[in-house]
């Protein structure tokens, strides 16, 4: 049984460039949400999406973060323009039963 | 709000020692507690979980029990490998039924052979 799929798992790019990551949830999981981990700040939440609808997006730390979920098996989350303080691994998890989250294995961004 | 406290690391044992990582917890009503676990490389994996007091949750030789008079869920194993090492983050879900976790700042763990 596959997992979450993230991809890319490397993503160089320059500042001022959009970025898109992807994510593919578990089938028949309807909750999924996007972390993004640095050595300073840690384990953050950006977005937690249910039954493919946004249900809180206070993590998202500014305009240029945007996040969509247009079916059940897929999820993106754009960074446009992007900038060097967005450097970080972003995690994509999703969730069947309440607080049993799987997570991808993440995809590390560094923005030049 | 809700909060989650885990001891600061990093923890450092010989392979066969006992571990205890210490977790307190800051909520209203009956939360739901949980342990993940984060290798080098890799995305976290939940570890164990406990949903109500007096709750024991176990795996892979770990052990954590949900405390409600300590607030606490202290994490244990009594013999430690290497293949141990990682990365161990508490995490509360609170009784709102938001989906949301409110993990710690992790614990790193690093056991020598």
């Known amino acids: 049984d596959a997992g979450v799929i993230q991809s890319p798992r490397h993503e160089v790019t320059e500042m001022g460039q959009e970025v898109t990551l992807r994510c593919k949830p578990i089938?028949?999981?309807?909750?999924l949400f996007w972390y993004r981990q640095t050595m300073m700040r840690g384990l953050e939440l950006l977005i937690y999406?249910?039954?493919?609808?946004?249900?809180?997006d206070s993590g998202m730390p500014e305009d240029r973060f945007s996040a969509k979920m247009p079916n059940a098996s897929f999820s993106t989350l754009k960074i446009q323009p992007s900038e060097p303080r967005d450097s970080a691994v972003y995690f994509c998890?999703?969730?069947?039963?309440?607080?049993?989250?799987?997570f991808g294995p993440g995809t590390r961004l560094t923005v030049l | 709000g809700n909060s989650v406290t885990q001891m600061e690391g990093p923890v450092t044992l010989s392979e066969e020692a006992f571990l205890t990582i210490n977790c307190t917890y800051t909520?209203?009503?009956?939360?739901?507690l949980f342990w993940y676990v984060q290798y080098p490389g890799e995305g976290l994996q939940l570890l164990l979980k406990?949903?109500?007091?007096?709750d024991k949750g176990s795996n892979k030789g770990f052990e954590a029990t949900y405390r409600k008079e300590t607030t606490s869920f202290h994490l244990e194993k009594g013999s430690v490998q290497v293949s141990d090492s990682a990365v161990y983050f508490c995490?509360?879900?609170?009784?709102?039924?938001?989906?949301?976790?409110?993990f710690g700042k992790g614990t790193k763990l690093t056991v020598n052979p």
């Open positions: 909520a209203t009503g009956y939360p739901s």
């Open positions: 406990a949903t109500k007091a007096d």
């Open positions: 995490a509360l879900s609170d009784a709102s039924g938001s989906e949301k976790l409110v």
């Open positions: 089938s028949g999981h309807n909750s």
């Open positions: 998890a999703s969730s069947r039963v309440r607080g049993e989250q799987f």
């Open positions: 999406f249910n039954n493919n609808v946004p249900i809180d």
